[in-house]
T-cell receptor
Framework: RKEVEQDPGPFNVPEGATVAFNCTYS??????FFWYRQDCRKEPKLLMS???SGNEDGRFTAQLNRASQYISLLIRDSKLSDSATYLC????????????FGAGTQVVVTP | GAVVSQHPSRVICKSGTSVKIECRSL??????MFWYRQFPKQSLMLMAT?????????EQGVEKDKFLINHASLTLSTLTVTSAHPEDSSFYIC?????????????FGQGTRLTVV
């Protein structure tokens, strides 16, 4: 079983619509959770950290469910520029520097 | 934020040759760097942890004699793919230990797309 699993998509989203997707992780002792964005095989860039209480950053909302071991990302009012691959990233408790990546969820926002 | 610079961004080499990829920390001292590899449609997989002044730590299944890592200074870590073969074609990317930036965000180099022909 993969340590971090994501629906690869693609999620085809009309501009202005809302899209949401999840990520599951296998290590219940995982410490930190993030969503990164990756464009066209460029380097990943941090979109937002995910906190236990859930957090929002503009049009992006992230949720963490420790009991079910999943995190989610919701994008409201989708823009064309939101088209990218969104990587779910988990940091295990026992390994500060090492990150575990999901394979990514592709989002395609269409006009 | 911390800046990590990686070169080259793209390289094409012949099978059997070696390729060196550099990862530099521009505004901080990176005692630890991480090297990842990403195949198409797959996740980034940690290959090794590069430690300044000591031997790198390799993940299971990664050949240390094939992927040579040198971290001789606090600002430079290099990954050399020796005797490259087409199956080594991939996207290689480094990142700096996030603790060094005072936060939890990992900073990545721009990545190197290696194509072995």
């Amino acid at each position: 079983r993969k340590e971090v699993e994501q629906d690869p998509g693609p999620f085809n989203v009309p501009e202005g619509a809302t899209v949401a997707f999840n990520c599951t992780y296998s290590n219940s002792a995982s410490q930190s959770f993030f969503w990164y964005r990756q464009d066209c095989r460029k380097e990943p860039k941090l979109l937002m950290s995910v906190y236990s209480s859930g957090n929002e950053d503009g049009r992006f909302t992230a949720q963490l469910n420790r009991a079910s071991q999943y995190i989610s990302l919701l994008i409201r009012d989708s823009k064309l520029s939101d088209s990218a691959t969104y990587l779910c990233v988990v940091r295990p408790t026992d390994s500060w520097g090492k990150l575990q990546f999901g394979a990514g969820t592709q989002v395609v926002v269409t006009p | 934020g911390a800046v990590v610079s990686q070169h080259p961004s793209r390289v094409i080499c012949k099978s059997g040759t070696s390729v060196k990829i550099e990862c530099r920390s521009l505004d901080f001292q990176a005692t630890t760097m991480f090297w990842y590899r990403q195949f198409p449609k797959q996740s980034l997989m940690l290959m090794a942890t590069s430690n300044e002044g000591s031997k790198a730590t390799y993940e299971q299944g990664v050949e240390k004699d094939k992927f040579l890592i040198n971290h001789a200074s606090l600002t430079l870590s290099t990954l050399t793919v020796t005797s490259a073969h087409p199956e080594d074609s991939s996207f290689y990317i480094c990142s700096a230990d996030p603790r060094l930036s005072g936060g939890i965000e990992a900073f990545f180099g721009q990545g190197t797309r290696l194509t072995v022909v």
